[in-house]
């Protein structure tokens, strides 16, 4: 195998005139969320959305286990707050979400912590019936940012929420579709022709007009006044979260692959 075969990578290409198709891959890790990898994404989106692509497909490809690991949590013994506004992630997801077109989650194999935020960051979601949506940061004891859980906040009925987040078990594709986090759900045979589909139906509408629509409700979404003194105390519960012990034995359990001896400190 050529070294570079598991090398983390992000590729983009036209599908059609009006349809971009990115892949971002880094098998070696599964398809997790590397520093590297996020700040390609970054920049494939930036150069789609100068061109002005109306509608693009995102994913890792169809068939593999893992849809993507989430974060890189190799990185996090040098990054403890790897969702905070500036980091790369937090930068991709807001990129997605100002995209000048429609950004549509071709999943398929489980998705996990980070990666999930991603999927639904994503204005549609088309999966196969492998897919698995688990929200794992409790597993490590990294407390997720207000900004992250608004986007689920959203879209998920709150005790489906809290459960995603408390017990950190998997959303199955089945009841995915049963609260909207995906739009479609096919068999792997059929998952890019049915996303094709999906972009061929949007391709062909005015793109000023979808562009429009689509600011509009990012904006009302993004409409979450806070008093100053809730984003004070949830910032000081973060910051507590990701100095704590907890959070060291946490990636100390997750590198030894034990399960972790949380203490509440």
């Known amino acids: 195998m050529n070294p570079t075969d598991n090398a983390a990578t992000v590729t983009r290409r036209i599908v059609e005139e009006r349809i971009g198709h990115v892949v971002f891959s880094n098998p070696a890790r599964r398809h997790a969320l590397s520093a590297e990898l996020l700040e390609a994404l970054e920049q494939r989106l930036a150069e ?93 004891g990294l407390p997720y940012t207000t900004s992250g859980l608004l986007r689920f906040f959203h879209n998920l009925p709150i005790h489906v929420l809290k459960e995603m987040f408390f017990c950190a078990l998997p959303l199955t594709a089945e009841r995915a579709l049963q609260f909207g986090v995906i739009n479609r759900m096919a068999d792997s045979t059929m998952l890019q022709a049915t996303a094709l589909e999906m972009a061929h139906g949007i391709a062909a509408k005015a793109p000023l007009a979808v562009r429009a629509v689509k600011e509009q409700l990012r904006i009302m979404e993004d409409m979450q006044p806070l008093p100053v003194q809730a984003m004070e105390q949830i910032a000081e519960l973060r910051r507590r979260a990701c100095a704590s012990a907890d959070f060291s034995e946490g990636l100390e359990a997750f590198s030894q692959r034990r399960q972790p001896l949380f203490r509440g400190v």
């Open 48 to 140: 789609l959305a100068e061109r002005r692509v109306p509608v693009l497909l995102l994913g890792s490809g169809i068939g593999d286990d893992v849809w993507s690991a989430g974060h890189d949590l190799g990185e996090l013994a040098l990054d403890r707050d790897p969702v905070a506004y500036g980091k790369p992630l937090e930068r991709v997801l807001r990129a997605i979400r100002a995209y000048p077109g429609v950004v549509i989650a071709m999943v398929s194999g489980s998705v996990w912590g980070g990666a999930v935020d991603l999927a639904m960051s994503c204005d549609l979601v088309v999966a196969d019936r492998s897919a698995r949506f688990s929200m794992t940061p409790v597993n490590i």
